[in-house]
């Protein structure tokens, strides 16, 4: 997950990235050492993010906040980062084959 968002966005720095299951129960991505950062150069990088993310079900709040989106599932979240970054099938399996999917997640 670290390398694929980083690839996304090569300008920064990122030296971590977790898949976070906040108190409420939503889903997002935690990334090192500028979370607020990374994810404002994403949204440059990627201006359509936003519109796929209300599409693929992220809470309108997230939205709004400008940060990775909130989803109430896993799916919804990398659905969500695959279809931005417009990977093939084949490239969308490999970060999930990671120690067993959630291994590397940081689970």
């Not at 129960?25 to 090192?32: P, S």
């Amino acid at each position: 997950m670290t390398q694929l968002l980083a690839d996304a966005v090569p300008k920064v720095r990122v030296e971590s990235a977790t898949v976070v299951r906040a108190s409420s129960g939503l889903y997002w991505i935690l990334v090192g050492p500028n979370h607020y950062g990374y994810w404002e150069r994403f949204r440059e990088t990627y201006p359509h993010g936003a519109k796929i993310a209300f599409s693929n079900g992220a809470t309108k709040e997230s939205i709004a906040r400008g940060f990775c989106p909130e989803f109430a599932a896993l799916g919804e979240l990398f659905e969500w980062l695959f279809d931005v970054l417009k990977l093939t099938q084949g490239e969308r399996k490999l970060p999930l084959l990671c120690e067993g999917y959630r291994g590397c997640l940081g689970f």
